[in-house]
């Protein structure tokens, strides 16, 4: 197993069938339960542990979910209010090394709970011609939300995957 990417890379072609979509809008409503749970009972030293070599600890990865989907959920928001945005991008590993990500991790799981009930709320109500809106991601192009939706759903389950798998290597 690639330690990087336990669940694999996220791929999907095509557009996605309402279906898929309200699958992946599942997935992200039930990511934050299920970080609580992967992190349940895990103390100081475990949480300052990195899930793999070079890699982030526990901590930063917690505090990096809220992190970018923060960013998510606004690129959402700009996405369904303006035309065709231009987002801006952000250094995810100089971001997970600011002090903030190493406070306790309560912090991060508490927005995580918020978030994800306005950004569930928020992807609900989204209607077929929403799903079609895109931003521009200078790196990376045009993204659909309908897509990016999936896109999230992955990632909350890759970073999930991350803690979960460590606890198994490491038999917490």
Known sequence: MDERYPIGQFEYSGDPSSTVIKGWIEEVERMPAALRTAIAGLDEEQLNTPYRVGGWTVRQVVHHLADSHINAYTRFKLALTEE?????????????????????????????????????????????????????????????????????????????????????????
Not at 114 to 138: C, G, Q, T
């Open 84 to 172: 065709n945005p231009t987002i801006l991008p952000y250094d995810q590993q100089k971001w997970a090394e600011l002090a903030d990500s190493q406070l306790p991790i309560d912090v991060s799981l508490q927005l995580i709970d918020a978030l994800h009930e306005r950004w569930v709320s928020l992807l609900r109500s989204l209607s077929p011609a929403d799903l079609e809106k895109v931003f521009i991601h200078p790196e990376i192009g045009q993204v659909k939300l309908g897509w990016n939706i999936g896109n999230y759903a992955w990632h909350g389950k890759h970073h999930v995957a991350h803690i979960t798998s460590l606890r198994v290597r490491k038999g917490w």
